[in-house]
């Protein structure tokens, strides 16, 4: 997967189904269909990660993609921790 496919990526996997989010800016979640019944879905999106390819490299483009799009669950920030 290119920089370019960015995009492509995050929306074909919306379309097959996924609940892909952001995590905070550390990570992101894609395997977790909408609906966990909808058997199908698990499919689709499987196909979709096996079509685009390696994405490792693109992991803080992704991110900052899905913050653009606002498919982000925001990490809230524990006062006396040393987590962040």
């Known amino acids: 997967m290119t920089k370019d496919e960015v995009s492509a990526f ?17 990570g992101y979640v894609l395997a977790e269909p909408v609906d966990p019944t909808d058997k199908e879905a698990y499919r689709r999106i499987e196909l979709v990660s096996s079509a685009f390819g390696e994405r490792d490299h693109l992991k803080d ?23 962040m």
Request: glycine share 10%; no cysteine.
């Open 61 to 83: 483009q992704i991110i900052a993609y899905l913050h653009e799009i606002g498919r982000v669950v925001e990490i809230p920030e524990e006062s006396g921790t040393d987590l």
């Open 10 to 26: 995050v929306i074909a996997m919306i379309e097959a189904g996924s609940n892909i989010q952001a995590i905070g800016n550390i």
